[in-house]
């Protein structure tokens, strides 16, 4: 029997449950994605169900390993819930970690976890800000895998006294910060204009002072690099192409 769910983690632990309780343990999770090939039952998200699957999880092996579970989710990976739930159906089969034990699951769960985990460090360091008109600071970025969740705490305790919104323009998902109610929450976000999603000079959205700043930017990235030094595979390992178009200094006017 296949299923499909809301794309969240408390949906595919509302699956979980739900496939333990009818003891179907063969089958494919999907995602409920419009215009998808894939058929299966759509498991509505029980949240009550979902912490009984959390609190099973945890009393058996651990939080550390709950947290595991729930970054290998964040990496998207291709068929992850499939692998999710195998590593679920090992634990709970052996009542207890099975971590150590050779099992396909759990060499698929370690690497898309370290995957997540791995790219949310990167963005600790490669998220920019610009300050738009009405104070809030406005970043840009695109992962490979979902970040978001990751990151929150981070830039809530380095920014606690700003508003500012990091925009997950590749899943139209964003990190909502107020400094009013020191809170943070991820949600859709539509109708941004095209002016805040690329660095182009003179957007009429941004603080009087931002352009300056981005200048700064650009002058200090200039600065810092020695021509006779240089060594563009070093830099790419620390700073991988495929985020530069999300960074203030190494966009030029």
């Not at 409920?32 to 959390?54: A, K, P, W």
């Not at 109610?181 to 009087?208: A, D, M, P, R």
Request: aromatic fraction near 12%.
């Amino acid at each position: 029997m296949n299923y499909t769910y809301d794309e969240t983690f408390q949906g595919l632990l509302s699956v979980v449950y739900e496939r333990f309780k009818r003891k179907e343990f063969r089958g494919v999770i999907g995602r409920r994605d419009v215009g998808t090939l894939f058929q299966g039952e759509y498991i509505e998200t029980d949240l009550e169900r979902s912490e009984r699957v959390f609190n099973k999880l945890e009393a058996t092996a651990g939080r550390g390993v709950v947290r595991k579970l729930f970054m290998a989710f964040l990496s998207e990976k291709t068929g992850i819930e499939d692998d999710i739930f195998s590593y679920i159906y090992s634990l709970i089969k052996r009542g207890g970690s099975i971590e150590g034990i050779y099992l396909k699951s759990v060499e698929v769960i370690d690497k898309a976890a370290m995957r997540a985990s791995h790219e949310a460090h990167k963005f600790k360091g490669f998220v920019r800000f610009r300050r738009i008109k009405d104070d809030t600071y406005y970043a840009i970025i695109n992962p490979d895998c979902n970040v978001l969740p990751l990151i929150g705490d981070h830039f809530a305790g380095r920014f606690s006294d700003q508003d500012f919104v990091i925009h997950d323009v590749r899943r139209g998902m964003a990190l909502i910060y107020s400094s009013q109610n020191k809170s943070s929450e991820i949600s859709k976000l539509t109708g941004v204009s095209e002016e805040l999603l690329t660095y182009k000079e003179g957007s009429e959205l941004l603080h009087g002072e931002e352009e300056g700043y981005m200048d700064l930017w650009r002058t200090f990235f200039d600065a810092v690099s020695i021509e006779g030094r240089e060594n563009p595979r070093c830099q790419r390992n620390f700073m991988p192409k495929k985020y530069w178009r999300d960074l203030v200094e190494v966009n030029k006017r």
